[in-house]
């Protein structure tokens, strides 16, 4: 059995304890989203995120104001009203073209373990709304990534993100090998200097952890399903396991 020990930095991290224990860290004033059905929306963006039949069987519905967009990704849609739907590439843009390159889409669809494609979703008048659901039965979380964060995503619980979200394939290391995780998280980040959501998902339910400072708790490798770059980690196998 292999685990990861996790330690708080510097900085108050918060940690939410995804699927059936899984784990996802947020920096002190950070927000995320309640299990319970509940809206959540930042002034100004056009977007409210609330999460549906929670824990087991979690859909997400995103209410969007007249062109205000969402991504999420390829087959996410279950249900949409007034709204335009569009599938190009997913990945990181590049700075110069503004297009998103091919071998930055492949890598992520390769080792990040996420559809090739992505879908925007765009809202077209009143009452324009789209619901999400996961590939796999299980709950939903949102997770505000603030400007000088990165929240690394454990494979294949990626569901949607704010346009201002971008995704890539970041390497783990030989910490991954060890892991027997896969040798790659999904990365996300914003490209704006503000605050951005994303909508991860996982089979079973999701619980939030906050990892104090200088705390450290030990979870399995299996039931990480995200958290930011300010924690500092280490993987070892347990005794007997």
Same mark, same amino acid.
């Given at each position: 059995?292999?685990?990861?020990?996790?330690?708080?930095?510097? %900085?108050?991290? %918060?940690?939410?304890?995804?699927?059936?224990?899984?784990?996802?860290?947020?920096?002190?004033?950070?927000?995320?989203?309640?299990?319970?059905?509940?809206?959540?929306?930042?002034?100004?963006?056009?977007?409210?995120?609330?999460?549906?039949?929670?824990?087991?069987?979690?859909?997400?519905?995103?209410?969007?104001?007249?062109?205000?967009?969402?991504?999420?990704?390829?087959?996410?849609?279950?249900?949409?009203?007034?709204?335009?739907?569009?599938?190009?590439?997913?990945?990181?843009?590049?700075? @110069?073209?503004?297009?998103?390159?091919?071998?930055?889409?492949?890598?992520?669809?390769?080792?990040?373990?996420?559809?090739?494609?992505?879908?925007?979703?765009?809202?077209?008048?009143?009452?324009?709304?789209?619901?999400?659901?996961?590939?796999?039965?299980?709950?939903?979380?949102?997770?505000?990534?603030?400007? +000088?964060?990165?929240?690394?995503?454990?494979?294949?619980?990626?569901?949607?993100?704010?346009?201002?979200?971008?995704? +890539?394939?970041?390497?783990?290391?030989?910490?991954?090998?060890?892991?027997?995780?896969?040798?790659?998280? @999904?990365?996300?980040?914003?490209?704006?200097?503000?605050?951005?959501?994303?909508?991860?998902?996982?089979?079973?339910?999701?619980?939030?952890?906050?990892?104090?400072?200088?705390?450290?708790?030990?979870?399995?490798?299996?039931?990480?399903?995200?958290?930011?770059?300010? @924690?500092?980690?280490?993987?070892?196998?347990?005794?007997?396991?």
């Amino acid at each position: 059995m292999k685990s990861v020990k996790m330690q708080g930095s510097s %900085r108050i991290v %918060r940690v939410a304890m995804i699927a059936a224990i899984s784990i996802m860290i947020m920096p002190d004033g950070a927000t995320a989203s309640s299990i319970m059905a509940k809206e959540i929306s930042v002034s100004g963006t056009g977007v409210k995120e609330q999460i549906k039949f929670s824990p087991s069987f979690a859909v997400l519905k995103v209410s969007l104001d007249e062109d205000s967009s969402i991504k999420a990704e390829a087959g996410a849609m279950m249900s949409m009203k007034n709204v335009r739907a569009q599938t190009g590439l997913a990945g990181p843009r590049n700075y @110069l073209t503004g297009q998103v390159g091919c071998l930055p889409s492949v890598g992520r669809a390769l080792f990040g373990e996420q559809s090739l494609f992505v879908n925007t979703f765009t809202g077209e008048g009143e009452n324009s709304w789209v619901y999400l659901a996961p590939r796999v039965p299980g709950d939903i979380f949102v997770h505000t990534i603030a400007p +000088d964060r990165e929240l690394f995503i454990q494979k294949g619980s990626f569901l949607g993100c704010w346009m201002n979200v971008e995704t +890539d394939a970041k390497f783990k290391g030989l910490k991954g090998i060890l892991s027997g995780e896969g040798m790659f998280f @999904l990365r996300a980040y914003t490209t704006d200097n503000r605050s951005g959501k994303v909508y991860l998902s996982s089979f079973g339910a999701i619980e939030r952890y906050d990892v104090q400072v200088g705390e450290e708790i030990t979870v399995d490798t299996g039931h990480i399903v995200a958290f930011e770059d300010c @924690l500092t980690y280490s993987i070892g196998r347990l005794s007997g396991g």
